[in-house]
Nanobody, 127 residues
Framework: QVQLVESGGGLGQAGGSLRLSCAASGSILSIGDMGWYRQAPGKQRDLVATITSDGTPHYTDAVKGRFTISRDNAKNTVILQMNSLKPEDTAVYYC?????????????????????WGQGTQVTVSS
């Protein structure tokens, strides 16, 4: 089974830093775009940052200049470095991957490309 496991969330202070990581594991053929999304209480889930398979990043304006997304393809890992934290960054952060998984059925491989999500990790920024 494919699994995305997040780590690094917790309590931060305004102006401080946190580093989130997400590692994909399981029967994975390839991973395309990866990204981070966040959801505050009573709000929709919004894009934070994405990164293509060759390392091209995209950021929402709210975090541009403060957050940095990166990836390690050898480890199937995506990182979100969060600097200059603000209280409005408080949310549950979710890792996302556009991923092709496979399974072996009677020596025949079957492939499925789909979006996968991590379980979410809470980030709370105090003022």
């Amino acid at each position: 089974q494919v699994q995305l496991v997040e780590s690094g969330g917790g309590l931060g202070q305004a102006g401080g830093s946190l580093r989130l990581s997400c590692a994909a594991s399981g029967s994975i053929l390839s991973i395309g775009d990866m990204g981070w999304y966040r959801q505050a209480p009573g709000k929709q889930r919004d894009l934070v940052a994405t990164i293509t398979s060759d390392g091209t990043p995209h950021y929402t304006d709210a975090v541009k200049g403060r957050f940095t997304i990166s990836r390690d393809n050898a480890k199937n890992t995506v990182i979100l470095q969060m600097n200059s934290l603000k209280p409005e960054d408080t949310a549950v952060y979710y890792c996302n991957a556009d991923l092709t998984a496979y399974r072996d059925i009677d020596d025949v491989f079957h492939f499925n490309r789909s979006q996968y999500w991590g379980q979410g990790t809470q980030v709370t920024v105090s003022s």
